[in-house]
Structures are given as structure tokens and as C-alpha cells.
């Protein structure tokens, strides 16, 4: 399959290589931001395609960086049997899911998550023997020599094309005295876009 930047250079009839504007570096930074701008907009049964597992342990027993990360879709805490589904607490229990006393005390067959100063910590705490897994959604790195995006639906890669594109353009007409070149192509660029996105998330 041919490369993100051929794709782009296809639709907008533009050359990217050499150019000043749009350049590759900046076409990287619009393929990367449209991946994530249709991330935020999928529904949630398109989101797992999304998504990646990081282990939690002895040596890293927190998700740091929260908000760096896309939305939790599970939490999971091993209990040497099998792995159990984590319940989501707010973070004023903290206390309380560490307090045996408490009923909302969290145990290995009944573990929690909560999200606190920018980490998710799970109770009990994960070991080596007990692990724990959250699967969360990641925003990949789109490079302008990329022919396909991991962890994302193949269904919506197209989009990501189209909205690189339009970018490009709008980058492109910036620097340009006659825009009217530029407007039909972007407007017709905007609603396919449009378009295929709500075919996504119907």
C-alpha cells in the first residue's frame, strides 16, 4: 500500500517531499493529530481496536501520566485464579478501599481502581504474583512514511488520509495569494470527512 505522504499527495495534487510548506515533519504532526482527533470521536466498540494493555506490578504497581493516556476501558487484578474485574471508586474512598473496617474495602475477589494525583492505583496493590492489567486506548505516532497506524481500525485509516490533506492544503493556501485553487477542493475534502465519520459512529 502506497505511503501516508503518497496518499495525501495524491488527493491534494500537491508535491510534499522538498516542499517547504507542508513539509514531512508537518504532515507527521497532521496525520498524528487526525488519528487521535477520530479516536475521541469513535464509539466505544470501535475503541478496543484501539487500545493496548499495560501490566502492572511489583516494580510498577501505577498507570502514570493519566492524562496522557486515552479512556480506561477495564481494569483487571489477577487473584492467582483467575483475573478479576476491577470496580471503578472515586477518589474520596481512597481511604476507605485500604480500610478492612470499610465496607467499600477493596479484596482479591472484589478489587478496586481509583484515579489519584495523575495515577491509577489499584487495590489491593498489584505484585508479581498478582498482577494487574489495564486496557486503555493509546494515540499512535503517525509518520508521513507510515502505510498503516497500529492499534486503530483499518476501516478508518482513509480519514486520517483526509484529514492530513486538509491540513496540508490549509497550510499550503496560507502562504498562497489565490486561494480559490484550494477552497473546492477543502470544502468537497471537509465533507467527506464529515461524512465518513458519521458512518463510523452511527
Known sequence: MATFEAQVESLASIAISGSSTPNQTQLTQFLTDGAKEIINSLPKSLLEDCADVTTLNSSSPKLTLVNQK????????NDQVIDQPCRFVSTYLRGKVQDSSEMDFATKTDPAYLIYD?????????????????LHVVFPSVAFGDSAIANFPSEAEYLVVIYATIKSLEALYSGEEDIELYIPIINQ??????????????
Open 118 to 134: 495523575n495515577e491509577l492505583e489499584v487495590y489491593p496493590a498489584p505484585d508479581n504474583t498478582e498482577n494487574a492489567k489495564v
Open 70 to 77: 486515552g479512556l480506561i476501558l477495564a481494569v483487571l487484578r
Open 189 to 202: 475534502l471537509k465533507e467527506d470527512y464529515k461524512s465518513g465519520l458519521a458512518q463510523l459512529v452511527r
